[in-house]
């Protein structure tokens, strides 16, 4: 069974940094694109960041651009996401994604097959 799991979530002030991971079983992440996502409560699921199967493609979301940064590690299965310079607006649980074939889909959370359960990043002011 493929299983994503986010790790890295927790309480950080405004300013500060924090760095999730996705891990990866029974999938070999190289062939894949990898997003990460986030739902803050009452509000719709909103695309982050996306990075193509062989690292060489990122792209952002326009609220976190600058700030954020994706990247993977296909060796490792693993994927990234380095959050920088943290607001009370970040506050949301962080899922990360994979999807085979999606690029130009990449910021649709229907372009990706498989999920993790989610990572709850809070951001106090």
């Known amino acids: 069974q493929v299983m994503l799991v986010e790790s890295g979530g927790g309480l950080v002030q405004a300013g500060g940094s924090l760095r999730l991971s996705c891990a990866a079983s029974q999938i070999d992440l190289s062939s894949y694109t990898m997003g990460w996502f986030r739902q803050a409560p009452g509000k719709e699921r909103e695309f982050i960041a996306a990075?193509?199967?062989?690292?060489?493609?990122?792209e952002y979301g326009d609220s976190v651009k600058g700030r954020f940064t994706i990247s993977r590690d296909n060796a490792k299965n693993t994927v990234t996401l380095q959050m920088n310079s943290l607001n009370s607006e970040d506050t949301a649980v962080y899922y990360c994604?994979?999807?085979?074939?999606?690029?130009?889909?990449?910021?649709?959370?229907?372009?990706?097959?498989?999920w993790g359960p989610g990572t709850q990043v809070t951001v106090s002011s």
């Open positions: 994604a994979a999807g085979r074939y999606v690029w130009t889909q990449r910021t649709q959370t229907a372009a990706y097959a498989y």
């Open positions: 990075i193509s199967s062989g690292g060489s493609s990122t």
